[in-house]
């Protein structure tokens, strides 16, 4: 079982970022992807986007990297928010906030009240910063914000009103500087693990470039490659596979480890036919397939497979063993 709950900053990835796309190179990491999300706003005007995932099993993790605004982000003028987290009955669980009395980032965990943790945080202007929030979720709610690794903020709340683990996080983009022209600021590589820490994880992002071994879907690699949710590769029999070569970005030139690969899909249940699908990945001329999850059949949704050690030999995972194939498989 994967402990990916989400991974990436694309369109399909996440709610409200049509057209924010960016291929600005101060936005991302060149070793990870080849763009970001640039919100350009006013002090007081929300530019939100989201994303979702599904129920976790244990604390949420959330890792992304941030560039502050363009425009005294050491200032806040207004009372703010920068994330919001909720629930699968649409309650506030926790926020990171901004505060306006002392220019400062707080964790505020919102159970049966809302408490405000302590914060050393301050922004510094065009700053790049990676972010890490753990929020643990049962008789207490309890938040951890931590910025670049150390952690800044905290705070817990009783819960005896039973508020479940997050399932949403909104990035609300409003009062996070002090100006009366709008700012930029940029987001990209976002992850949320399920009970895993995000703190030094680097995700790089891969995409499908040549058919390979396999073509057995309709549509092939063409219709799964471009990014758009409307043209689909498709499979009506079980067991049939699909693999192409891998484009895009290898990682950083020197990884401290490599903690697994992932193959993330978006898939859609159809009214007949297969009822499962999985990635696998091809070494040595062997497929390794994963187990197989189960689409929903009201929309595509994210089926996440992965391998913490090289399936060929059970070993750690080196750059010289990562798989240049993969693919999907029906069952």
């Not at 900053?9 to 640039?38: K, M, P, W, Y």
């Not at 409003?174 to 009366?180: A, I, P, R, T």
């Not at 987001?187 to 071994?213: E, K, N, Q």
Request: net charge negative; glycine share 10%.
């Amino acid at each position: 079982m994967s402990h990916i709950l989400h991974l990436g900053h694309q369109v399909t990835d996440l709610a409200g970022i049509e057209g924010r796309i960016s291929a600005d190179a101060a936005g991302f990491d060149a070793d990870l992807d080849v763009n970001c999300i640039r919100i350009n706003t006013s002090e007081t005007s929300a530019v939100p986007f989201s994303a979702s995932w599904s129920l976790p099993a244990g604390d949420v993790w959330l890792g992304f990297r941030y560039k502050a605004p363009s425009v005294n982000a050491h200032i806040i003028g207004t009372d703010g928010t920068f994330l919001e987290f909720y629930d699968t009955a649409n309650a506030l669980v926790a926020i990171v906030r901004t505060e306006r009395d002392d220019e400062k980032y707080h964790a505020m965990a919102v159970g049966d009240t809302s408490v405000d943790g302590a914060s050393s945080f301050v922004a510094a202007t065009n700053q790049v910063y990676w972010v890490d929030v753990k929020i643990a979720v049962g008789a207490d709610i309890t938040i951890e914000f931590y910025a670049d690794g150390v952690l800044q903020s905290s705070a817990t709340a009783a819960n005896t009103g039973g508020k479940g683990r997050p399932v949403r996080c909104v990035w609300k983009n409003y009062g996070l500087f002090d100006f009366y022209n709008p700012a930029i600021c940029y987001y990209a590589h976002i992850a949320v693990l399920d009970g895993v820490s995000t703190i030094g994880r680097r995700f790089a992002r891969r995409t499908p470039d040549l058919v390979a071994t396999y073509d057995a879907f309709s549509g092939g690699v063409d219709a799964v490659k471009d990014g758009d949710i409307a043209t689909r590769a498709a499979s009506d029999i079980p067991g049939q596979r699909l693999s192409f070569s891998l484009a895009g970005p290898t990682g950083p030139a020197v990884a401290s480890a490599i903690a697994g690969v992932h193959v993330k899909q978006l898939a859609q249940l159809g009214t007949a036919g297969p009822t499962g699908v999985a990635g696998f990945l091809r070494i040595g001329g062997v497929d390794y397939d994963a187990s197989p999850g189960t689409p929903s059949p009201d929309m595509a949704s994210p089926v996440y497979s992965t391998w913490d050690v090289n399936p060929a030999d059970s070993t750690p995972w080196t750059t010289a063993a990562l798989p240049t194939e993969a693919g999907i498989v029906s069952s």
